[in-house]
C-alpha cells in the first residue's frame, strides 16, 4: 500500500514537474509583459530598469532555474499588476473557489443521484424519459449562458437574489468562508447552481445507465429469488456497487468543476481563483498565470490521488489485491 | 440499412436529427437568407441601436429579434455567428480526427511499447479538463480563429484516439486483418481500407458528441474574450457584447443568440444520444 | 409421471368452479404462457408448457439455450419484469394461484416456499457484501429474530453445504472462494428460509467438471435430507440424468417429450431427445465422428406453424405442418410428436 503511494507521488511530481516547464516556456517566451506595466511615452532606459526589476533581461533557461529554486521553497514570483507574491494572490482567491465548486458539487450529487436512479429503475415511465431528456439539455446548455438567464431571471426580473459578488463571510480556521453567513448564501445560490447544472446532467446520466445495468445483475435477481424487501435491493445492493464509479467519476471532476469555475466566476464576478486567471491572461500577469497552473495541475494530481485511494477503500475487490488498480 | 431504419423509429431522435438539418442549412446559406449583413459597416445606422425585437428598420425590413448596440439585426448576427461557431467546430472537429486516428491507429497496430508511450500521453491530456487545456494555450497563443482551432484540437484528439485504438485492437484479432496481413499488403494500407472502416461506428458517436462540445467550449472562451477575435464574430461573441446590458433589460441581445447556441448544442446532442443508444450492444439485450 | 389415475399431462385438468384442485402435487403448471414484447415483436420464449411436481421429487428440465427454460424458471418465481410477462395459464404452488399474484404476496413466497439459484455464481453474490451479510439478510427478510440467532443459523447452513472453516469463510467476501464453493453458499442463502421447492438454474455449468459432481452430490443430498422438490435446469443431459426422477424436454417454448428418467434415456421418443443423447459426447465410441443434429433452433420471433421441430427432423412428414398435441406413450411418458421413436435407443456408452 505505501508503496503504491509512493509511485503514485512521484508521478505526480513529475507531472508538476513536466507541466511547469511546458507553461513557464509558453508564457515567458511569447509578448512583452513591460509593455503593459508602464506609460507607452517612457524611454529605453526606464523600460530597461522594469526589464531588469523583474528578471526579463535574463536568459530564458536562467528564468526557469530561478523560477523553479524559488518555487521550491513556496516563491512563484511577484504578480506584475499587484505586485505582491502570486501564490499568496492565489491563496487568497481559494477559499471562494472551493466553497463555490463544492456547493456545486454536492447540489450535482444531492439532486442527480435519487432521478439517475429513478430513471434508471423505471426506464419506461414518461418521468424517467423526461429526466433523460433534460439531462441531455443540462450538458447542451453552455454554462455561461445559463449564468446569463439565471442573473435575468432571478435577479433582474424577479429581484429575489443578488447578481454579482460574494456575499459576507465568516472566519473558521482563519479563512473566511461565505456559506457561513445568510448574506453568504443569497450570494452563492446562483453561481453554484450554475456551476452545477453540468455535473447534475453527467451524475443523472451516470447513475441511470450504473442502476440499469445493476437492475439486471444476477444478484439483484438472487436477491429478489430470496424474497428480500425492495428498498433493501434497491440501497443495499443496487446502491453499494453503485456508488463506487459515481463517487470516483464525482472525485475526479471535482477537479473539472474547480476549473469550470472560471467561467462562473467571470459572470457572477465571484472573486476567487478563476476570476484571477482571465484577468491575467488578459492583463498577462505572468507570474500568476504560471503561479496559477502549477497549482492546479498540483491539485488535479492530488485529487487523482485521493480519489484511487478512495476506490481502494470502498471496492473490497481491490482493496484485498494489494491496492493497485 | 437497420441501422437507419432503427433510428427513425424514435421520435425524439428523429426531432433532433430535423433539427440539426435546419441549423446546418441556416448556417451554410446565412448569407442568402440573412436580411442585413451585420458585419458590412454600410448597412448599419446608430439609430437602430438597442431596438426590441419586432421593431422596424430604415431599411424597411423587421428586426424580429432586436438590435445590438451598434445597430446590427441580432437575427442576422446569429446567422452569421452560427456559420463561424459551426466552421470553426467542424475544422477543428475533422483536424482532431485525423491525428487522433492516425495515433490510435498506430498505437494498436504497433502495440507495446508504443502504444503504451501514446496512450500515457492520451491519459495525460484526458485528466485535465478541457477549459483548462484551452485556457493555458490560449494565454500563451494569443487570441485568433487559427489559435483557436489548435486549442480545440488539442482538447479533442485524445478522444479520437482513444476510440479508435479501442476499436482498432478488436478488429486487429480478427481474421480478416491476419489474411490481410499474409497477403503482405503494406501496414498503413490494411489499416486505412480495413482496419478503419470497422471502427466507423463508435467514431461516428465521439465526432458528433465531440462536435458539440467544441461548439460549447468555443463560445464559452470567446465569450471570455480569449477564444474568436472580434472580427469573426462567433456566437460567444455575441452574448458577450449583450452582458453588460443585461442589466438594463435589453435582454435580447444576449438571449437570441444564445438559444440559437443551444439549439444547435443540444440538436447535436440528441441525435448522438440517439446513435449511442443504438451502437451499443448491450443496450441491444 | 405419476401411476395416479388421471395424471397424464396431456389430459386438461380442470377443477370444480371455485374449488382447489383435488391433488396432492406440490407444483401444478397448466399451459403457462410467458412473452417478452419487443420493439420486433412478441416473442413467446414459454408457449403452453403445462407439468405437475411432487414434495420430494427431482425434475429435470432439458433443452438448448432459447428453449425457454430459463424463463420458465424465472415465470415460476414471478421473476419476470417488463418487457415481458405471463400471459396465459396457470402456477400453483400447493394450490395457491401464482399468476396474477400481487408482488408483496410474491415476496411473502420467495424464500420461504420457493427457492432459486443461478448460473454463475460469482454474479449471483454481490460482490461488495459479505459472506455472512448474504445470508443473514436472507433470514431477516423473513423472520424476526435477533442476530445472534441468525448468525448462528447462518453458520449452520455453510455447514451444510459442506464449507470448511464455516466461521472464518462468513467475514469473507465471494470472490475469495473458488467457484465450487462460492454455489455451496448461494445454495445455502437460497435454502436457509426453508423453500419446499428449489430451482436451479443451470447450476453446474459455470464450474469445473470435477466440482461439478461435487455439487450435484450435494444437491442430492439436500432433497434427499429436507424432503426438497427441486427443478434441475439445464442444457446437459448427462448432468441431469443423475439427479432427477423424471424428465421434461424443451423445445422452442414447448414440452415436447417427458417421463421417468430411465424411459427417457433408454427409449427416447422424440426425435430431439433421441439427437441430443447421440450427440453428448459421453456417449459416443472414440473415434467415431459425432453425431450433431442438424439446423438450428428456430428463432423465437419466427416459429414455423406446426411443429417446431420439423425443419430439422429426419422423419419429418407432411403431416408434420400442424402442431402435435402431447399424447402419452405408456403411463406417465408423453411425446409430442406425429412420428415418435418406439424402439428402445440404440445402446452407446452406457450414460
Not at chain 3, 148 to 176: C, F, K, N, W
Request: glycine share 8%; with cysteine; hydrophobic share 50%.
Amino acid at each position: 500500500m505505501t508503496e503504491f503511494i509512493v509511485r503514485r507521488l512521484l508521478q505526480a511530481a513529475l507531472v508538476v514537474a513536466v507541466m511547469s516547464l511546458l507553461v513557464f516556456t509558453g508564457v515567458y517566451a511569447i509578448g512583452d509583459p513591460v509593455e503593459l506595466l508602464i506609460n507607452p511615452e517612457a524611454d529605453q532606459a526606464t523600460r530597461d530598469m522594469v526589464a531588469s526589476q523583474l528578471g526579463l533581461d535574463q536568459p530564458l533557461w536562467r528564468q526557469y532555474t530561478l523560477f523553479v529554486a524559488n518555487a521550491l521553497q513556496g516563491d512563484l514570483g511577484r504578480s506584475f499588476v499587484f505586485n505582491i507574491p502570486a501564490i499568496e494572490l492565489i491563496l487568497q482567491r481559494m477559499p471562494a473557489t472551493l466553497e463555490l465548486a463544492a456547493l456545486a458539487t454536492l447540489i450535482a450529487l444531492v439532486l442527480g443521484v435519487p432521478l439517475g436512479l429513478f430513471a434508471g429503475m423505471r426506464p419506461y415511465s414518461p418521468v424517467s424519459r423526461t429526466i433523460m431528456t433534460g439531462s441531455i439539455l443540462g450538458f447542451s446548455l453552455p454554462t455561461f449562458w445559463v449564468g446569463l438567464l439565471l442573473i435575468l431571471v432571478f435577479a433582474v426580473w424577479l429581484g429575489w437574489l443578488p447578481a454579482f459578488g460574494r456575499g459576507k463571510t465568516a472566519s473558521v480556521f482563519g479563512v473566511e468562508w461565505s456559506v457561513l453567513t445568510l448574506d453568504g448564501l443569497r450570494h452563492i445560490v446562483l453561481p453554484a447552481a450554475n456551476l452545477a447544472l453540468f455535473k447534475l446532467a453527467l451524475i443523472i446520466r451516470l447513475t441511470q445507465a450504473g442502476a440499469r445495468e445493476a437492475a439486471s445483475q444476477d444478484y439483484v435477481r438472487f436477491a429478489r429469488a430470496r424474497g428480500i424487501a425492495p428498498s433493501r435491493v434497491l440501497f443495499v445492493h443496487i446502491l453499494r456497487n453503485l456508488m463506487i464509479p459515481i463517487v470516483t467519476v464525482a472525485g475526479i471532476e471535482f477537479g473539472g468543476v474547480v476549473a469550470f469555475a472560471v467561467v462562473t466566476e467571470s459572470i457572477f464576478n465571484w472573486p476567487g481563483m478563476g476570476k484571477l486567471i482571465i484577468d491575467s491572461i488578459n492583463l498577462l500577469d505572468r507570474p500568476v498565470i504560471v503561479a496559477y497552473l502549477v497549482v492546479i495541475v498540483f491539485f488535479f494530481v492530488l485529487i487523482n490521488l485521493l480519489v484511487d485511494l478512495l476506490y481502494t477503500l470502498l471496492d473490497p475487490r481491490v482493496r484485498l489485491s494489494g491496492g493497485s488498480r | 440499412m437497420r441501422l437507419v431504419r432503427a433510428y427513425m423509429r424514435n421520435r425524439m431522435a428523429l426531432f433532433g436529427l430535423l433539427l440539426m438539418l435546419v441549423v446546418l442549412f441556416l448556417a451554410v446559406f446565412a448569407p442568402w437568407i440573412a436580411p442585413q449583413n451585420p458585419y458590412d459597416l454600410k448597412q448599419l445606422s446608430l439609430m437602430d441601436a438597442r431596438r426590441p425585437p419586432g421593431t422596424e428598420s430604415m431599411a424597411g425590413f423587421t428586426f424580429v429579434l432586436g438590435t445590438d448596440a451598434l445597430g446590427r439585426d441580432i437575427w442576422s448576427g446569429i446567422l452569421y455567428g452560427l456559420r463561424i461557431s459551426l466552421t470553426v467546430a467542424v475544422v477543428s472537429a475533422l483536424v482532431a480526427l485525423t491525428i487522433g486516428s492516425t495515433l490510435g491507429l498506430t498505437a494498436a497496430w504497433r502495440g507495446g511499447r508504443t502504444d503504451a508511450l501514446i496512450m500515457r500521453i492520451v491519459d495525460l491530456q484526458m485528466s485535465f479538463p478541457s477549459i483548462l487545456v484551452a485556457l493555458i494555450l490560449l494565454a500563451v497563443l494569443g487570441r485568433g480563429v487559427d489559435k483557436t482551432i489548435i486549442a480545440l484540437v488539442t482538447v479533442q484528439w485524445a478522444y479520437y484516439a482513444r476510440t479508435i485504438r479501442a476499436s482498432a485492437m478488436i478488429e486487429r484479432e480478427k481474421e480478416y486483418i491476419e489474411a490481410a496481413s499474409c497477403m503482405r499488403l503494406g501496414a498503413w494500407r490494411i489499416m486505412t481500407r480495413h482496419l478503419l472502416p470497422n471502427c466507423l461506428p463508435p467514431l461516428m458517436v465521439v465526432v458528433t458528441v465531440q462536435i458539440a462540445h467544441a461548439i460549447s467550449l468555443e463560445a464559452t472562451l470567446s465569450f471570455l474574450g480569449i477564444g474568436l477575435p472580434e472580427t469573426e464574430p462567433s456566437l460567444g461573441l455575441l452574448i458577450a457584447s449583450g452582458y453588460a446590458h443585461l442589466l438594463t433589460g435589453t435582454y435580447w441581445i444576449s438571449i437570441f443568440p444564445g438559444i440559437a447556441l443551444l439549439i444547435a448544442i443540444f440538436a447535436i446532442n440528441l441525435v448522438a444520444d440517439h446513435l449511442r443508444d443504438l451502437l451499443n450492444p448491450r443496450l441491444a439485450r | 409421471m405419476s401411476a395416479a389415475p388421471g395424471r397424464s399431462q396431456a389430459s386438461s385438468h380442470r377443477s370444480p368452479q371455485g374449488e382447489a384442485p383435488v391433488s396432492a402435487a406440490l407444483l401444478d403448471v397448466e399451459n403457462l404462457c410467458t412473452s417478452f414484447f419487443t420493439e420486433d415483436g412478441e416473442v413467446r420464449s414459454v408457449d403452453g408448457v403445462s407439468l405437475r411436481l411432487e414434495r420430494g421429487e427431482v425434475l429435470g428440465l432439458v433443452g438448448e439455450s432459447g428453449s425457454g427454460k430459463s424463463v420458465m424458471g424465472l415465470s415460476l418465481m414471478g421473476l419476470i419484469d417488463s418487457p415481458g410477462k405471463i400471459v396465459a395459464g396457470s402456477i400453483r404452488l400447493d394450490g395457491e394461484e401464482l399468476v396474477g399474484a400481487p408482488e408483496h404476496a410474491m415476496r411473502r413466497l420467495r424464500g420461504p416456499r420457493l427457492g432459486m439459484i443461478f448460473q454463475d455464481p460469482l454474479m449471483s453474490l454481490n460482490p461488495v457484501l459479505r459472506i455472512e451479510t448474504t445470508l443473514i439478510e436472507t433470514l431477516l427478510a423473513h423472520e424476526f429474530i435477533d442476530s445472534a440467532t441468525a448468525h448462528r443459523r447462518a453458520l449452520a447452513a455453510l455447514t451444510d453445504v459442506g464449507i470448511p472453516s464455516p466461521a472464518q469463510r462468513m467475514r469473507g467476501y465471494p470472490h475469495e472462494m473458488s467457484g465450487g464453493m462460492r454455489q455451496r453458499v448461494a445454495i445455502a442463502a437460497a435454502l436457509l428460509p426453508g423453500p419446499q421447492l428449489l430451482i436451479a438454474d443451470e447450476p453446474t455449468t459455470a464450474l469445473d467438471v470435477t466440482i461439478q459432481s461435487q455439487i450435484l452430490h450435494l444437491l442430492q443430498n439436500l432433497v434427499a435430507a429436507r424432503g426438497l422438490a427441486l427443478i434441475m435446469i439445464s442444457h446437459d443431459l448427462s448432468v441431469v440424468a443423475s439427479l432427477a426422477d423424471r424428465v421434461a424436454v424443451m423445445y422452442a417454448g414447448r414440452i415436447v417429450e417427458s417421463g421417468p428418467v430411465q424411459q427417457i434415456l433408454s427409449r427416447p421418443a422424440h426425435p430431439y431427445t433421441r439427437g441430443l443423447i447421440h450427440s453428448a459426447p459421453v456417449m459416443s465410441e472414440p473415434g467415431t465422428p459425432l453425431p450433431q443434429i442438424r439446423g438450428a433452433p428456430p428463432s423465437p420471433l419466427g416459429r414455423p406453424a406446426g411443429c417446431a421441430f420439423a425443419p430439422r427432423c429426419d422423419r419429418a412428414s407432411s403431416s408434420c405442418t400442424s402442431m402435435p398435441a402431447l399424447t402419452d406413450l405408456h403411463i406417465g411418458h408423453a411425446v409430442r410428436c406425429w412420428h415418435p421413436h418406439l424402439e428402445a435407443r440404440l445402446p452407446g456408452i452406457a450414460a
